[in-house]
Structure formats: structure tokens, C-alpha cells
């Protein structure tokens, strides 16, 4: 962290870090601040609650995602590269948690911890139904007249890359992610 970054983001940095790496349940306030380097009263002028800065830290995660995505997806040439770029940006994102011990999806991780109708978890399974969405669009663009068959295939790559994520995280390296992608294209290669 650096002295030009303003309170609210110094909190959401410490935030992201130690949510992801202790759990958002076993990471109080007062740990957040002293990562973050600032009061507790600058908490919360900056958040409500703890719960709104989850909701930050999610959302942030999710346009972190967004950004790599975004990246990987201006250097695919072709549909079926466009879609391997969704695997892509998984592993690309997967980087900025090494420093912090991988554990697999933030957000997933984050959501586990949620209870059952929290915001939260529902920014989480919008990631996850994007992710999806990707897949159908850039499938369509292989396959146009597939149908129902493409909305089957997306599914099936959304759940291998989750779970590759998964088993990642309890890898605490991106070797699974990188089989799911090789798994995927072939899979491609089959539609």
C-alpha cells in the first residue's frame, strides 16, 4: 500500500487480502484497519458496516475478473479462442492471490462464508452466471445453429472451470485450471 492511496481504498486493499487468505469470518475489523494502516473510525466513515465492506471487496473482485477478462478477450482472434480466454483470465486472475497463500475462488471462498440470501451471494452467482453467459455467446459464434446443445456445452464448461478452480485452490497452485483449458479444447475441437 502506498501513502497516496486514499483510506477507503487502503481498507479495501487490507480487506482483500485478508479476507481471502484468514476467511471472511475470522477477520475482524480491528485487523483490517491495522493491515490497512488506518483508524477505526476511518472504517466507518468510509462503510457502514463490515457487511457493505464484503459487498465492496466482492464487487472489486469481480471487476478485477472483469479487467483480465477484458484483456485476454481483445487478444482472441477467434471464437473458440474467445472462449478459451474465459479459462484464461481464471488463471491470469488466479495470479494476484499467490502472494496471499492461493485458496481458489475469492468469491466463491467469500460466498461459503455468507448466509443464504446475502447480497453477497448473489454478486457471486451473477460472476459465476457471467462466466456462462460468456461461454453460450462465444459458442454461438462457433455453432449458431446448435440450439440447445450449446446452452449444455456452456454448462459443462462452467462447471469444469469451477471445479478446476476448486480443486486449485486446494492445490494451492493453477496446474488443475490449466488441464480444465486443455479439457475445454478439446471439447471445442468435438462441437
Not at 471464437?79 to 496471499?100: G, I, K, M, T
Amino acid at each position: 500500500m502506498t501513502d497516496r492511496m486514499t483510506a477507503k481504498d487502503r481498507l479495501l486493499e487490507a480487506a482483500a487480502e485478508l479476507f481471502y487468505s484468514q476467511g471472511v469470518g475470522a477477520t475482524g475489523i480491528d485487523a483490517i484497519t491495522a493491515k490497512a494502516g488506518v483508524a477505526k473510525m476511518s472504517l466507518y466513515n468510509n462503510f457502514e458496516s463490515k457487511a457493505e465492506l464484503v459487498n465492496a471487496y466482492i464487487q472489486r473482485r469481480r471487476d478485477e475478473w472483469r479487467a483480465v477478462y477484458e484483456v485476454r478477450l481483445a487478444q482472441a482472434k477467434t471464437p473458440q479462442e474467445r472462449v478459451l480466454a474465459v479459462f484464461d483470465s481464471y488463471v491470469d486472475h488466479a495470479e494476484v492471490a499467490y502472494a496471499w497463500g492461493f485458496r481458489g475462488c475469492g468469491l466463491l471462498n467469500a460466498a461459503a462464508e455468507l448466509p443464504i440470501g446475502d447480497p453477497g451471494r448473489a454478486a457471486v452467482a451473477a460472476q459465476k452466471d457471467e462466466a456462462e453467459h460468456l461461454f453460450k455467446t462465444h459458442l454461438r459464434e462457433i455453432r449458431p445453429d446448435a440450439g440447445p446443445e450449446i446452452d449444455a456445452t456452456a454448462e459443462h464448461l462452467s462447471f469444469l472451470l469451477e471445479g478446476a478452480m476448486q480443486r486449485a485452490g486446494l492445490d494451492g497452485h493453477d496446474a488443475r485450471l490449466k488441464s480444465a483449458r486443455k479439457i475445454a479444447l478439446t471439447i471445442l475441437e468435438q462441437l
